[in-house]
């Protein structure tokens, strides 16, 4: 009969003392180095014994998903970085090339005022979006880069800027209509609707840059932990063994 002590080493791993029961023997110390020691989300050491000896790729996710099922906040990031560019150089373009805003701002401005006053909204708000668009692509970019580089502060600008373009071109709508009333001498209704869906929207389309960020800081989301925390509802199966 033996006595088996362990105890964890400075370098991480597990020594295993051996203690014959017989007389004039000493312990045997080993160290078994095939055993890591396997860092939690806390930076908490854990070794791979008590941990099921799991590769960090087959470990249970520990952070959030992005709208409760979607993907994680990395990969939202990415993926909400590139729909931006797309569609805020398509507006680029389109305003650019004067496209059918100026039918689009009578209908929603009122009939009631002639065409002129119609063409001045549309020309003011025109300026104002392709601002705000080139600015969204560029910031669009440093929250890819920062995603893949798991640069918290990166996507945090994206992110800032997200709820400030909004707030930028809520002022500069109301700023806009309030010019029209006072040359026109008519009442202008501000689009109280079009505040409320973009407040909603711009907290929405900020929320995976937000959520990636409080990861990062958290130390769940890294380069080291993110085969555990990679996922997504129809490109990654937990489930399956990377060899």
């Known amino acids: 009969m033996t006595d088996i002590e362990k105890q964890q080493t400075n370098e991480g791993m597990l020594?295993?003392?051996?203690?014959?029961?017989?007389?004039?023997?000493?312990?045997?110390?080993?160290?078994?180095?095939?055993?890591?020691?396997?860092?939690?989300?806390?930076?908490?050491?854990?070794?791979?014994?008590?941990?099921?000896?799991?590769?960090?790729?087959?470990?249970?996710?520990?952070?959030?998903?992005?709208?409760?099922?979607?993907?994680?906040?990395?990969?939202?990031?990415?993926?909400?970085?590139?729909v931006s560019i797309v569609f805020?150089?398509?507006?680029?373009?389109?305003n650019l090339a004067g496209s059918e805003r100026g039918s689009d701002g009578e209908a929603q401005i009122g009939s009631d005022l002639n065409s002129e006053e119609v063409e001045f909204i549309v020309d003011e708000m025109r300026t104002a979006q392709i601002v705000t668009d080139i600015f969204s692509i560029i910031f669009s970019l440093c929250a890819i880069y920062g995603a893949k580089s798991y640069n918290k502060h990166l996507v945090m600008a994206?992110?800032?800027?997200?709820?400030?373009?909004?707030?930028?071109?809520?002022?500069k709508t109301a700023q806009v209509y309030d010019d029209l009333e006072d040359e026109t001498g008519e009442s202008v209704d501000q689009p109280i609707g079009s505040y409320i869906s973009g407040v909603i929207f711009a907290g929405?389309?900020?929320?995976?840059?937000?959520?990636?960020?409080?990861?990062?800081?958290?130390?769940?989301?890294?380069?080291?932990?993110?085969?555990?925390?990679?996922?997504?509802?129809?490109?990654?199966?937990?489930?399956?063994?990377?060899?």
């Open 204 to 243: 929405l389309w900020a929320h995976p840059s937000i959520g990636f960020v409080y990861e990062v800081r958290k130390g769940i989301m890294s380069e080291e932990t993110y085969p555990r925390e990679e996922f997504s509802c129809c490109c990654v199966n937990k489930g399956e063994v990377n060899e």
């Open 15 to 82: 020594e295993v003392t051996i203690a014959s029961n017989s007389a004039g023997s000493n312990p045997v110390p080993v160290v078994m180095d095939v055993v890591p020691v396997v860092p939690d989300k806390y930076g908490a050491p854990e070794t791979g014994i008590s941990h099921a000896g799991l590769p960090m790729h087959q470990q249970e996710k520990l952070g959030r998903k992005c709208c409760f099922c979607c993907c994680d906040y990395r990969r939202a990031v990415v993926i909400m970085g590139i």
């Open 158 to 171: 994206n992110a800032v800027y997200i709820l400030a373009a909004y707030i930028a071109l809520t002022i």
């Open 88 to 94: 805020s150089t398509i507006s680029v373009i389109a």
